[in-house]
């Protein structure tokens, strides 16, 4: 039976386990985005390392004292068996018929007056009261077991391989070039070469914020198991990592030119094909600028993996897909190209994009808290500011389904 040192030493250890996966979500964000650990979430860490080190001073005597209870209480089971045995030889003894025939026997032998046959039929039909867990439901502790289940996909496989860049101010503008200087073949001695000036306009720029907040109670904060404050930091993060991506997807989708359109059951040849077509026009439309990234949504995995296989002949356009790895971020090439998946992606969608086509920036504000005190509340917010930039549509090419 549990007691209360079973209960204490239990939610201490859930704890223990719980500020451990709180700061391998810190950090696991931070490696997803390519970027240090800024100075509010090393707090949190600070604060989850401390609240582990303190934990730990508690659970070693209980886990002492838990063990020398279990000791003693298998000892003194132990004792009462033997007592017992000494006291009722016979009870010591279990009673078991090999057939329904030595059943009856010891049944017609015990009518003769056979004390050992009344004593076998006595212990073998003795009626016992059944005690279960549902008889005492007063006694059984609620446990959780595990990590709670969240089927979240908060990686950011575009902006990731894009590269945000830090945000100056909520407002700028990128120079770009609109006319470029002349340069051409001299018609004859002494006549006046091409002239024309450079003319450099500018792509105002205007940063969105995107953000979260929930009013969580004192007694939410100090009661739960694992605790909803960092199950909640965690989420708003995640959400604030989907809605950045899809604002990245979306805006991607919408300027991209259209391109190859693929057959109804296309081969790794026409997907090749359609790959070196969109990348040409990218070339033409960047003059060489920037390296080229293939974006797919889930949906086209069925159409693109099975046609790379694994193999790797020594011809081949890919070294081939593992659908055992399938997921957000980079999972291989084709062509050389870099294939990306993203979730946030539109059914039917196959990008081909110049890294230098588009431009993200960013300034992650990261989690702010605030108390009430007169509702003991605490309300906690997770923001960021966010752009992304389209250079050049023309860089960004869409390959169509059948």
Do not use: C
Not at 312 to 341: D, E, L, W, Y
């Amino acid at each position: 039976m549990a007691t209360a040192t079973d209960d204490l030493f239990a939610r201490l250890e859930n704890e223990v386990d719980e500020r451990k996966q709180f700061i391998d979500g810190i950090t696991a964000a931070a490696e997803a985005d390519r970027r240090d650990i800024d100075p509010k979430e090393m707090e949190l860490i600070t604060r989850a390392k401390d609240r582990i080190v303190i934990l730990n001073s508690q659970l070693d005597p209980l886990r002492d004292t838990i063990r020398i209870a279990s000791d003693s209480s298998k000892r003194v089971r132990e004792m009462a068996g033997e007592l017992a045995a000494q006291r009722s030889p016979e009870m010591a003894q279990k009673v078991e018929y090999r057939s329904a025939g030595a059943y009856v026997l010891d049944f017609w032998r015990a009518g003769l007056g056979l004390q050992d046959a009344s004593t076998r039929l006595e212990l073998f039909n003795r009626a016992a009261a059944h005690q279960t867990t549902a008889d005492n439901p007063g006694l059984l502790p609620e446990q959780m077991l595990g990590p709670v289940l969240a089927f979240v996909d908060a990686g950011r496989p575009i902006v990731t391989a894009l590269g945000p860049k830090q945000l100056p101010s909520g407002s700028w503008t990128r120079p770009r070039v609109t006319q470029h200087t002349s340069v051409g073949k001299q018609t004859a001695e002494k006549t006046e070469l091409p002239s024309q000036k450079m003319v450099i306009g500018k792509i105002p720029v205007n940063a969105e914020t995107f953000g979260g907040y929930v009013n969580v109670s004192r007694q939410n904060i100090d009661w739960t198991q694992p605790q909803i404050m960092d199950l909640i930091i965690n989420d708003l993060a995640s959400q604030y990592s989907i809605e950045t991506e899809q604002e990245t997807a979306t805006d991607l989708v919408g300027a991209a030119t259209a391109g190859p359109t693929l057959p109804a059951t296309p081969t790794s040849a026409d997907v090749a094909a359609a790959l070196w077509g969109a990348a040409g026009t990218v070339f033409a439309a960047m003059q060489g600028q920037g390296g080229l990234l293939l974006a797919v949504s889930p949906d086209m995995l069925g159409l693109i993996g099975p046609l790379f296989a694994p193999i790797n002949p020594q011809n081949a356009q890919s070294t081939g897909f593992n659908a055992g790895s399938f997921g957000s971020g980079a999972m291989g090439a084709i062509s050389g190209i870099q294939v990306v998946m993203s979730a946030q992606l539109p059914p039917d969608t196959i990008l081909v994009i110049s890294t230098a086509a588009v431009e993200v920036y960013e300034d992650r504000i990261g989690s702010l808290q605030v108390v009430e005190p007169s509702v003991l509340g605490v309300q906690v917010a997770y923001a960021g500011y966010f752009a992304d930039l389209i250079l050049e549509p023309a860089g960004i090419v869409s390959i169509g389904t059948t």
